[in-house]
């Protein structure tokens, strides 16, 4: 039975087995920055302290257990963010609520913190470091990520979290597509095309169908977040939780929801071009770990069509006439048939370790759910 397909009981009363008494490394830190940034000073008195401060803890520090928690990673959203933290604290009065500061220049965080959110900063640029520093932070039952642009509506947000609640979705996708709201409303350009793109290369090579892969607007299970790698760094981070789920069959489900353009004021950080090529070399990328034995037997079919069709007309002459006339297309053609060789035992190489790797993640995955103490049927 894959680790999956086990129900989940009554949530555990604590969070992760960390030892919170085992003294953090100390960094130094001049006492006029923990005065004057607005938090309050935690530094001791030789001048150091336990590490990166964050509006409610020390950043990197596991968070005790929530039911939900709410993540919405920004950057300069100041015209929507206050909006978006008292909608979600609306309809999910209970969750905890954090917005992660992704080097704003504007007043993101202030007005974030004034509206009762838990505050943090992550300085290294890029919405996939922003979700690893979350997932690494953040300890939930269910874990609600939202973008900060009040473009996704609160009132989905129970739709989304209850499957993950009571053991029937790993992972919920807010799909803007079907409803056809996304299409009404985005005014970008290539958007629509872009994500259709993605979307049936995916079912290419993985045989799913997602009905909105780029959106934002997605929950996910406790187990899911503890032992989903953070790959990429930037606004790849939405394709490679898509492939990841689909790879690693975890249940998936599509909760239609209704999109709104951005309000007046807010600008959009997606470049359509250059993160468009960066999401299509990420599944490139993920289609080489994945599944390295289809990639490659696809590339050694590709030498061997090219090898057969330059080669057999030289083999051909050969035997009428037992002469090598075109002696460098007789070694190009042999060279060709080597590579496809040799492609093919890369992919047989990879598709081993790869087996490896997931057999070492499916045990992490046990282990994970022993924690949350989900090792047996409810």
Sequence with gaps: MPPHAYMRPAPPAHGRNVDFHAESPKVPIPHALAEGNGYPDLSDDDGTTAGPRCEGGYMGALDSHAR?????????????????????????????????????????????????????????????????QMFRDIDAEC?????????????????????????????????????????????RAFHNFGNNLVRRMIKLIYGYSFEDVMTGYRAFSRVFVKTFP??????????????????????????????????????????????????????????????????????????????????????????????VPRFPTAILAASLIFLCGLSFATGLILDSVAKVERKQWELAVYREMDREGRGGRA
């Excluded at 990673?73 to 609520?97: G, M, Q, W």
């Excluded at 007043?107 to 900063?121: E, K, P, Y």
């Excluded at 947000?157 to 053991?167: N, T």
Aim: hydrophobic share 40%.
């Design 68 to 132: 939900i928690a709410v993540l919405i990673p920004c950057y300069n959203e100041a015209p929507t963010i206050a909006k978006v933290i008292d909608d979600f604290r609306r309809v999910l009065p209970d969750a905890s609520i954090y917005v992660y500061d992704n080097n704003s220049r504007d007043d993101t965080s202030a007005i974030a913190r004034a509206h009762g959110a838990i505050v943090r900063h992550e300085a290294r640029q890029g919405k996939g470091n922003v979700v690893r």
């Design 143 to 187: 874990y609600l990520m939202v973008d900060g642009d009040d473009t996704y509506p609160a009132e989905a947000a129970r739709a989304l979290c209850d499957p993950i609640l009571d053991g029937s979705a790993d992972m919920t996708v807010g799909d803007r597509l079907s409803n056809g709201t996304y299409g009404k409303e985005n005014k």
């Design 230 to 323: 953070v790959l990429s760094d930037g606004f790849q981070i939405e394709t490679e939780l898509s492939i990841h789920a689909v790879d690693r069959h975890w249940r998936i489900v599509d909760v239609p929801i209704a999109y709104r353009d951005r309000p007046e004021g807010s600008v959009s950080k997606l470049s359509t071009v250059s993160d468009g090529i960066k999401v299509l070399a990420t599944i490139g990328s993920l289609f080489k770990n994945y599944r390295p034995m289809k990639l490659f037997t696809l590339v050694a079919l590709v030498f061997l069509a090219l090898g057969l069709w330059l080669g057999i007309p030289v083999v051909a002459e050969f035997l009428h006439t037992g002469l």
